[in-house]
T-cell receptor
């Protein structure tokens, strides 16, 4: 069971270049998330999805785009890379919270370390 | 935006010592999770606390959720080098978008022999 996989592991981009960060999960989770982690800043939510075809903005969506065509995949697109996007990006997935409430564990991928110069 | 403050930011202690990490907010959360992250890896869930005043134990780790569900603490007894890592608290808000988490800034713990 692979869990959440992310590619690439490392990437260096020049300012203005574009790239897609890939994320795949094999746990049949409905919910998927993209976070960025800057040094000393914790994790901030970029975008999330509650199922195939449904996405919504998180706390820091500017400069990013997402799509969710399948349950398994949730790619993150950077269109015009900027130095401020230098960060470590984590994809996560979880089951849907039950009708009675509660919070289900989020399973994280190993991350993609991106540097924009 | 809910803000979760963690303290201390860094902690370096000797094996066998006890320590407490605090996670504080002015917001009320439906639940609070604690994660541990090792270098080069994603966070891994340690525990979820849901009820105000709840205490959960995981071997030498004790987690407590504040009565008002705005704060939490993590206490480690007799720390070991294997406890070294980044500890993150995350407050959950239930919305139509699922369990959206607000993460704290993290506590970097180093336990030395």
């Amino acid at each position: 069971n692979a869990g959440v996989t992310q590619t690439p592991k490392f990437r260096i981009l020049k300012i203005g270049q574009s790239m897609t960060l890939q994320c795949t999960q094999d746990m049949n989770h409905n919910y998927m998330y993209w976070y960025r982690q800057d040094p000393g800043m914790g994790l901030k939510l970029i975008y999330y999805s509650v199922g195939a075809g449904i996405t919504d903005k998180g706390e820091v969506p500017n400069g990013y785009n997402v799509s969710r065509s399948t349950t398994e995949d949730f790619p993150l697109r950077l269109e015009l890379a900027a130095p401020s996007q230098t960060s470590v990006y984590f994809c996560a997935s979880s089951y849907s919270p039950g009708l009675a409430g509660g919070t289900y564990e989020q399973y994280f991928g190993p991350g993609t370390r991106l540097t924009v110069t | 935006t809910q803000l979760l403050e963690q303290s201390p930011q860094f902690l370096s202690i000797q094996e066998g010592e006890n320590l407490t990490v605090y996670c504080n907010s002015s917001s009320v959360f439906s639940s609070l999770q604690w994660y541990r992250q090792e270098p080069g890896e994603g966070p891994v869930l340690l525990v979820t606390v849901v009820t105000g005043g709840e205490v959960k134990k995981l071997k030498r780790l004790t987690f407590q959720f504040g009565d008002a569900r705005k704060d939490s603490s993590l206490h480690i007894t007799a720390a070991q080098p294997g406890d070294t890592g980044l500890y993150l608290c995350a407050g959950a808000i239930r919305t139509g978008g699922g369990n959206k988490l607000t993460f704290g800034t993290g506590t970097q713990l180093k336990v030395e022999l």
